[in-house]
């Protein structure tokens, strides 16, 4: 069996990258005393996956792990224990136990909903007001960091979402493997929008709210619920 718990990478610890949280996340297994399994060979390892490595600086409201279990527990005995082991900026807030067949998360992985907290509230109404005349545009491009390197894309498709209220706007953009908006693609095209020149500092809080996969019907879920 498989248990997927959701936790939460709060602002303290935003700028920790996501092999530490990685390595965070295996020492609290292990001192949990959970049965969890491990990898066969000559150096074996916990088998613990992550949905979506969150960008070093931003937070994640509800990240998800997915622990395999090398025999029954109970979704509160999981918690219970990660709770206990855990340092209080990772505790988990929930868990959902999961047949082994249960598909992984990053091929259900669909999209991700953000939130882009402006620190100045006259820069943020200078890119909320560009929202509506970048959404009109046929093609945004942008340059997309792959493993082969830079490549230019077109990131139009990929937001489902985008409004703006206050110092906030709110994205729902896709995340796949092979298709992704990021929050630094998404804030390059509206500060072009907008007019703000490159050599000025746009300060923001990036916040990933939350990960959706997609039912039969094709509407988006929390991707730990699907």
Not at 154 to 168: C, F, N, T
Not at 213 to 221: S, W
Request: charged residues 30%.
């Amino acid at each position: 069996m498989r248990m997927l718990g959701v936790f939460e990478k709060g602002e303290r610890i935003r700028h920790i990258g996501h092999l530490d949280i990685q390595r965070a996340v295996q020492r609290g297994l292990r001192r949990s005393g959970l049965p969890v399994a491990y990898s066969n060979g000559f150096n074996p390892h916990i088998l613990v996956a992550f949905a979506s490595a969150l960008s070093t600086g931003a937070c994640g409201l509800r990240e998800i792990m997915d622990v395999t279990m090398a025999r029954e527990v109970t979704e509160t005995e999981f918690l219970t224990c990660m709770n206990r082991a855990m340092p209080p900026e990772l505790r988990l807030q929930e868990a959902r136990r999961v047949e082994d067949r249960h598909p992984a998360l990053t091929a259900s992985l669909k999209a991700a909903m953000y939130e882009l907290r402006f620190r100045d509230a006259e820069q943020a109404e200078k890119l909320i007001a560009a929202i509506p005349v970048l959404m009109k545009r046929e093609t945004v491009p942008a340059v997309r960091k792959t493993k082969s390197g830079l490549k230019e894309c077109d990131i139009k498709p990929w937001i489902y979402a985008l409004r703006g209220e206050g110092s906030v706007v709110y994205a729902t953009m896709a995340l796949t493997e092979r298709e992704a908006c990021k929050p630094p693609m998404l804030l390059e095209a509206l500060r072009r929008e907008a007019g703000i020149p490159e050599e000025e500092e746009v300060r923001l809080l990036v916040v990933r709210t939350s990960l959706l996969g997609e039912n039969d019907a094709g509407v988006f879920i929390p991707l730990e619920k699907l």
